[in-house]
């Protein structure tokens, strides 16, 4: 017999990883060219040539214990250092390997980083709309996740109701930008507000309160956006990242965390996520990875790839009479449901082949998530399916 905790956790498992599954029998039924899947995020990019290279010159000519062996929890010494130079170089820290925690991607740094700073009934604040595993991440621990509201305006965080919901319970708040599932981009304006509000709420109440930037689509920003560095605007910031998007490598498993020696009990915070990284089960992030990385920290993806998808799909849907919001990062068009019931919506879309992710979801119902990291092809060819679609509301 399983956990209650987890019978709970199985009854309302991913819906994003359960259309993913529904796809793939969708296109074993139909094939693979008559189904328009845009449910999960996984990029269709394919890896810069330097990580297979990486790879390659890493198998051949590293030696065995190095290539395959345990190292520090906190990851290889060199690759840690390096990271912390390229940041260095890019948004003017002055990090370095004491800064730089390897993570197994940015859900498990996320882990890390809650396992650190949880008491159970601790509260983490989140604003919809949001990645829905949060909530996991959060009740791992037995904290309390407190949504704030979404701003369906703009999608920038909802600041005046999350100063009303910061308590004493308050330990940490998420932010992901650019954002899961919109794709906006939180402005320096925004997030010079929000550190103002935790600055006095830290005064106000006597306690740290923690914000964990989630950012694992930091790299994918489009029309010359700027994606800003989060630990400008509030010292007390620790920063997840995963080459999963950047990198096109969702697979592997591989990111790091960035806990900035200016947070409060930086020595205890740091020891804590080599810990958490070791009884969670991790122990170290993949060695191999971790190498690569070392070597790739200047590779890019070509994210004007996602850009042609990004425009066509925008342009396709609104012609057709879908109101989308077109964010300026990340890979995700957020549509509005033209009827109030996004999941019923969802569901109608299935008729055409079409997978797209309810809202509610992510926190926002009334809303879809479409991923269009996906082919070119599937985008063009899910157009005349998403018209029959409208033709059912307007």
């Known amino acids: 017999m399983i956990s209650k905790k987890m019978e709970s956790l199985v009854k309302g498992s991913s819906v994003i990883r359960a259309m993913f599954e529904e796809g793939k029998q969708m ?82 740094g996320l882990n890390v980083a809650l396992k650190s700073i949880l008491n159970p009934e601790d509260e983490v604040i989140a604003f919809a709309p949001y990645f829905g595993e949060y909530n996991n991440y959060v009740s791992n621990f037995d904290g309390k996740m407190v949504v704030i509201t979404p701003d369906t305006e703009t999608f920038q965080p909802n600041l005046v109701e999350f100063e009303q919901k910061i308590t004493d319970r308050t330990a940490c708040v998420i932010v992901n930008s650019p954002n899961n599932p919109t794709g906006v981009i939180y402005s320096k304006e925004t997030l010079d507000r929000l550190g103002a509000i935790l600055e006095k709420k830290q005064q106000e109440l006597g306690r740290t309160i923690y914000l964990i930037t989630d950012e694992p689509y930091r790299e994918l920003a489009y029309d010359g956006a700027v994606v800003p560095w989060v630990p400008d605007h509030y010292s007390n910031t620790i920063v997840g990242y995963s080459y999963s998007k950047s990198l096109s490598l969702p697979g592997e498993r591989i990111g790091y965390l960035v806990i900035p020696s200016e947070v409060d009990d930086y020595a205890d915070l740091f020891a804590a996520a080599g810990v958490a990284t070791r009884i969670l089960g ?113």
Do not use: W
């Open 27 to 108: 296109a074993a039924k139909y094939g693979a060219e008559n189904v328009f899947d845009f449910s999960l995020g996984n990029p269709n990019v394919a890896a810069p040539a330097e990580v297979n290279e990486a790879i390659i010159d890493i198998v051949k000519n590293t030696d065995s214990v190095k290539l395959h062996g345990y190292m520090s929890n906190a990851g290889h010494d060199e690759v840690r250092q390096a990271i912390a130079e390229s940041l260095n170089s890019r948004f003017g820290t002055s990090y370095d390997k004491g800064n730089i925690v390897m993570t197994v991607g940015a859900a498990g």
């Open 282 to 394: 991790f122990v170290n992030a993949p060695s191999i990875m971790q190498l690569v990385i070392g070597k790739c920290l200047d590779a890019t993806t070509d994210i004007s790839y996602y850009d042609r998808n990004r425009t066509t799909l925008y342009e396709g849907l609104t012609k057709l009479g879908f109101t989308c919001q077109k964010g300026e990062g990340a890979f995700y068009l957020f549509m509005k449901s033209p009827i109030d019931d996004d999941k019923e919506f969802a569901n109608r879309a299935k008729k055409y082949n079409l997978l797209i992710v309810p809202g509610s979801t992510f926190m926002c119902p009334g809303y879809v998530r479409i991923a269009y990291c996906v082919s070119y092809e599937t985008v063009t060819g899910s157009l005349p399916r998403f018209a029959q679609l409208a033709k059912e509301f307007f």
